[in-house]
Nanobody
């Protein structure tokens, strides 16, 4: 089972950029698909992006499409979320998550993922 640790969050101005990283421990990282989710105060956790085990397919929430990019480096056991053109409504705690095996439904479902990181705060000032 992998363990996940996010980093790279912080305070940025409207229109700025940040890159989040999620470092995974364990030897099976390359077998896992990965996702990024976020949760703003008083709101439910929402899907942001997904990437397959080998990085050949990515999937984004409409709210971040064209601004955020998910990628992974299996040699470094790390998945990234490059966030550009940030908006105040992107303010949230961002979580990475990992899952493996066959799933039904869609990658935006939190039930696809078995392991979660502790989260990293992203704050976008207006």
């Amino acid at each position: 089972q992998v363990q996940l640790v996010e980093s790279g969050g912080g305070l940025v101005q409207n229109g700025g950029s940040l890159r989040l990283s999620c470092a995974a421990s364990g030897r099976t990282f390359s077998r896992h698909f990965m996702g990024w989710f976020r949760q703003a105060p008083g709101k439910q956790r929402e899907f942001v992006a997904h990437i397959t085990w080998n990085g050949d397919i990515t999937y984004y929430a409409d709210s971040v499409k064209g601004r955020f990019t998910i990628s992974r480096d299996n040699a470094k056991n790390t998945v990234y979320l490059q966030m550009n053109s940030l908006k105040p409504e992107d303010t949230a705690v961002y979580y990475c998550a990992a899952g493996a095996g066959l799933r039904s439904g869609t990658a935006s479902d939190t039930r696809w993922y078995d392991v979660w990181g502790q989260g990293t705060q992203v704050t976008v000032s207006s």
